[in-house]
């Protein structure tokens, strides 16, 4: 295991609250109430994307974590010491859990960029994010309300909505500390709540389990187990965990659902998206190549809702190309700190080399490379913009999830086909749309078949409004109420009534 001696020092002004969780000899698991090293002793490097060097360890879970996790987990729910907590406190400790993680927003924003490259002003909107979730899931436990059926009148009937139980949440790496979404909205429900975040990202992930006990979070009601995908696989397996929530990728998601299948776990999935963004002839061109730029250069395409499919009307198709080509040729590619930086660092090598993969894929396709991918260099993980026209939608690039910095761009010709082409692959998890007749607007948002649309915009959310998607892009919605369903069952209970 390597110590803190034997890593590279970051070359940036970091807070001293960020430094205290990745200097730290291993950053570790937490579970009933304590931060602990894994009990083999084992661990595993954290890279910064911007310049490629490990600068911190995270502990390498294992059965025995797991274990922990789940029995503290298990003990903490049946004994009911945040379930039966009184609705009103559990809202004043959520509270006071979003305000210790906004007193931290620029230690969270810092360790998003260094152990995901995320750009250093996006972490701090994702740490915003994050409170301002916690915040809204906060106001649920004293709205959580059943209801009384009409019965015959010698019976009383009661529908009960509590927690499900111990719930297991796996996270991706491209966004870590807006996890604490998925753990707000189960931690209202009233469950207990094991968080295995990606091994790529431990560092917010960490935070967040040692905040949660610091704002009064019980011991057990919120573990956190670090480590690789094996890990994932055990609390899916895990006889004592009721249920799982999982986002990442296809294969995962369904070897996660045949698993769940095993013990009859409940089991969520959002599986990501080749979202497609449709150009009308009418649309402001100008708004909508910088629309879809900002769909796809954001987060280095490494988001699931990225516009990574673009369909132009054949009337406006090479001018669209023309001025995303120019505009996309002047973005900056840099380390995730570096002032100006517009375009950041892969998460990894790995990643780097899938998205290389696919850029000598479309080519040996056919496609046309408008705009070639700069150099990576310095020793990170950097892919510039890369722009492909003459795309068809049979081509891989056209149908598999990238998950880096690769518009692709399709013409058609009528709205018929341009529904019919953005429609035809297997995900279905946003689109956008750029007209300005309303009518079309309408039109599009009933034929395409996703969990969200945008009309003349896109990546906006907001907490209260539901995310998720269809098809292969998963099932089960994250934000908003309907998100509490997933952690919540209905109880019906009878009562005789005699008469006096």
């Known amino acids: 295991m390597s110590t803190t001696a034997e890593r590279a020092s970051l070359p940036y002004d970091l807070s001293a609250a960020a430094r205290a969780v990745y200097e ?85 924003g810092e360790l998003d960029s260094i152990d995901a490259g995320i750009l250093k002003g996006f972490g701090g909107f994702i740490a915003d994010f994050a409170v301002g979730a916690i915040d809204y899931y906060a106001g649920w436990p004293t709205k959580l309300k ?28 491209n966004g870590p500390t807006a996890v604490a979404a998925f753990v707000a909205a189960a931690l209202a429900a009233g469950n207990s709540v094991i968080l295995k975040p990606a091994e790529q990202t431990p560092l917010s992930a960490h935070l967040l389990g040692v905040l949660a006990l610091r704002a009064g979070v ?114 900056q590619v840099g380390g995730a700190f570096e002032e100006g930086t517009e375009l950041g660092p892969l998460v990894s090598a790995a990643q780097l080399a899938r998205v290389q993969s696919y850029v000598e894929i479309g080519q040996a396709e056919g496609a046309e490379l408008a705009l070639s991918p700069t150099a990576s260099g310095g020793g990170g993980y950097f892919h510039g913009p890369t722009v492909f026209t003459g795309v068809r939608n049979d081509m891989r690039i056209a149908q598999e999830e990238i998950f880096g910095p690769v518009m692709a761009l399709l013409p058609f010709d009528t709205e018929e086909e341009a529904y019919a082409i953005a429609n035809d692959v297997e995900f279905g998890l946003s689109a956008g749309v750029w007209t300005n007749d ?63």
């Open 218 to 331: 019980p011991a057990g009601v919120f573990n956190v187990v670090q480590g690789a995908g094996e890990v994932g696989g055990a609390l899916v397996a895990h006889p004592g965990v009721d249920k799982i929530s999982f986002t990442g990728s296809v294969a995962t998601g369904k070897a996660i659902a045949e698993a769940g299948a095993k013990t009859l776990k409940r089991v969520s999935l959002e599986l990501g998206g080749k979202s497609p963004i449709l150009v009308f002839p009418d649309a402001d061109l100008d708004l909508a190549a910088a629309g879809a730029m900002s769909a796809i250069w954001n987060n280095s395409g490494q988001v699931c809702t990225a516009g990574s499919r673009t369909l132009v009307h054949r009337s406006v198709y090479d001018r669209f190309a023309e001025k995303v080509v120019a505009e996309s040729a002047k973005l």
């Open 24 to 108: 730290q000899p291993v950053v570790g698991h937490v579970i009933d109430g304590e931060v602990r090293e894994s009990a083999s002793g084992e661990s595993f490097p954290v890279y910064d994307p911007s310049t490629g060097l490990e600068f911190a360890r995270g502990a390498q879970g294992g059965s025995a974590e797991v274990e922990a996790a789940v029995l503290s987990a298990r003990r903490a729910f049946v004994d009911g010491r945040w379930r039966l907590m009184p609705p009103a406190q559990k809202e004043r400790v959520l509270h006071r859990y979003a305000e210790l993680i906004a007193e931290n927003r620029t230690a969270f």
């Open 146 to 173: 059943g209801v009384v059926p009409a019965v015959p009148a010698d019976l009383s009937v009661a529908l009960v909505r509590e927690p499900v139980g111990v719930v297991g949440i796996i996270t991706p790496w």
């Open 438 to 500: 309303l009518s079309r607007a309408h039109r599009a948002s009933r034929a395409l078949h996703v969990g969200t649309v945008w009309i003349n915009t896109y990546q906006n959310n907001d907490v209260s409004v539901p995310y998720g998607g269809v098809k292969q892009s998963g099932y089960g919605r994250t934000l908003g109420e309907e998100s509490l369903e997933a952690f919540l069952h209905t109880k019906s209970v009878w009562t005789k009534v005699f008469d006096a």
